[in-house]
């Protein structure tokens, strides 16, 4: 069974940082592309960053320069490293894998939530 499970979301000022972390179990991070997504209120969930599974990574316009994904393969975790936090970076987090394993089934963890206040 797969499981996804983000942790490291909470309350910070404006212009700080958190790190995000993502624990896996049952699918291998080194293997599998990893990413990370975000969902405000009353907006569409979107994609902020991506690590595939030759390390190259991919990231939203809007947090390019701030945000850095990594993985630890002997842990089997992710992690979302987000500087200079801003409100607009304010939503619930998810963790995401896509199996590399036919047929390719994608996961989802249950999200954890950031608010950047002023």
């Known amino acids: 069974q797969v499981q996804l499970v983000e942790s490291g979301g909470g309350l910070v000022q404006s212009g700080g940082s958190l790190r995000l972390s993502c624990t896996a179990s049952g699918i291998s991070v080194l293997i599998s592309t990893m990413a990370w997504f975000r969902q405000a209120p009353g907006k569409e969930r979107e994609l902020v960053a991506a690590i595939a599974s030759g390390s190259s990574t991919d990231y939203a316009d809007s947090v390019k320069v701030r945000f850095t994904i990594s993985r630890d393969s002997a842990k089997n975790m992710i992690y979302l490293q987000m500087n200079r936090l801003e409100p607009a970076d304010t939503a619930e987090y998810y963790c995401?894998?896509?199996?590399?394993?036919?047929?390719?089934?994608?996961?989802w963890g249950k999200g954890t939530q950031v608010t950047v206040s002023p």
């Open positions: 995401n894998g896509h199996s590399a394993i036919y047929p390719y089934p994608e996961y």
